[in-house]
């Protein structure tokens, strides 16, 4: 198929002379567009197939740039992308230098606000809005929400305060019963039942529309008719949650049905009071292997359009291991107990929810509550392990504080995609969890850098009284080798070469697998290092560190995390105060977001390649050989 109508769209203007057909040929251009690049890239696919026909009437009826839309997450932007002008780049999505997959607003005037966290769009759209009306600026502001983002507490907090304003806020709930795996809780059995009482609201809508229509008299009737409704809303409108927020309630309406959507979204359009439009879709429409395992089309990677099936590899991931190691303690200690925020199958939890249901529990896009559930079960004499993504737990740091930390309470926080994080960006970026834990007490932090050291750490993990955090990268673990397989001692890493060279490279376990390259190259030019895994990050067994320290003339720490707050330039602080004989240098995350690409690009654009560490050890032997400091 060309693109022939989905290349005449230079902006969205253009849609509004399409007629039905061109518009159902449109919808097939940009499922078949969104197919085979994803399928070449990777990227996020049910969600975006999912969407099609809503963001076409969206942009139809609402005026981008003036009227702002805010997509929650931001996974699901791929057609309002291709709509405002990127249609053309748009195969270079999630690649270096390419068009992000999430919205930016320094991509488009038609990205109003960067996403890629869940559950922000109501606060942010409520925000652009407040900021519209105080500036006396026009324009409507629509968030777009998943039932998945629906379960996150901003979400709620936002419906909470948008919905006490006098404001004309458009939330469209775009429900197609799945988060990355079939959303749950309390909230997605509401929606389900609301679903069911369709007729009732649709009903309820169209009176509003047919008395506001009545010249003149026809807002004040309106307004009779709302507060008798109100009145009655314990028969006609029992449990609409939104409506009793103070939003008004449309649907819910078919998806992916463009002239029915319209219909209504004019009307949305038009008024004066905040309004939830629930929309029902199906995540992966239109391509039958997304749509019968939307989950695992749901983040995917480069896959064949025809059988989607992906390239396997013969190595063993850190998520692997980590979900592995934790069924073997879980088969010997009926008290551990596995949490996951909607992430079960990224976290590797999915074989332990398969094992252990009664054990297993998917709070939905929840970290916060995550985190504080966890201290509950601790407290009540569990233990629990949450396995989260570094960067969702950023969510959670006050929790991890106050709910587990200050109460010395034993959980287990295994911190996935910690590091560089390939293809989502600066959002996904795994870079601050040391930085933001090391300084709270008590709270360990780990880093395995191998399938091995994930089992002793979590064995470590699973016997200690106060929290601990492992953190490990989105990567294949590295080769076993026997120093991963010395028993952990506390505060203490392992010489993983020792062939008494005389500069010691000294790295955490994410970044190992660079470092023993680098330590290869150099072995090649005839100039070997020795290399050591702190193992610890917190505690850390500072005597010990300074006597493996000791008989080198250079040592090199490298860190695969932020440089601000993390440890690497504080223990090259240590050698440099404690061992002045030695020269001491520190590589970590300089201070700057990084964009996406892959985990060898991004390294490289931070410096920490296993080419950089190779030049910053040639440069730490040409100080030894000038006999200078640094
Ligand atoms: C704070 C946070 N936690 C977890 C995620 C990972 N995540 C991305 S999309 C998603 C599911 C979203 O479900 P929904 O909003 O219903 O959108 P759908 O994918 O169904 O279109 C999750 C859990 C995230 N982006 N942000
Ligand atoms: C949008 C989002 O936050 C997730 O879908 C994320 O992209 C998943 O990443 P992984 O593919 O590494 O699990
Ligand atoms: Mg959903």
Known sequence: ????????????????????????????????????????????LSSNLGVVELTIALHRVFESPQDQFVWDVGHQCYTHKMLTGRFERFSTIRKKDGLSGFPKREESPHDSFDTGHSSTSISAAYGLLTAKKLRGEPGKVVAVIGDGALTGGMALEALSHAGQGQNDLVVILNDNKMSISPNTGALSEYLSRLTMGASYQRFRYRVDRVVRSIPLIGVFLAKIVHRMKRGLKGLVFKDNLFVDLGFEYVGPLNGHNIEELEKVLRDVRALKRPVVVHVLTRKGKGYSLAENDPSTFHGIGPFCISDGKVEKFDTTSFTEAFSRSLLEEASHDPRIVAITAAMAKGTGLAAFQHRYPDRFFDVGIAEQHAVTFAGGLAAGGMRPVVAIYSTFMQRAVDQLVHDAALQKLPVVFALDRSGAVPDDGETHQGLFDIALFRPVPGVSILAPASAREMSLMLSWALGRDEPVIIRYPKAACPTEQSAFDLPLETGKGVFTQRDGADILIACTGGIYAEVHEAANMLARSSLPVDTYNLRFIKPLDEDFLVSCASGYRAVLFVEDGSETGGIASDLASIVRERLPHVLAASMAFPDIFYPQGTRQEILSFAGLSAVHIYDEALKLRSYIAAGQSR
């Open 1 to 44: 198929m060309n693109h022939s109508i989905l290349s005449g769209i230079r902006s969205p203007q253009d849609l509004r002379s399409l007629s039905n057909i061109e518009l159902k040929n449109l919808s097939n251009e940009l499922r078949k567009q969104i197919i085979e690049v994803v399928g070449t890239n990777g990227g996020h």
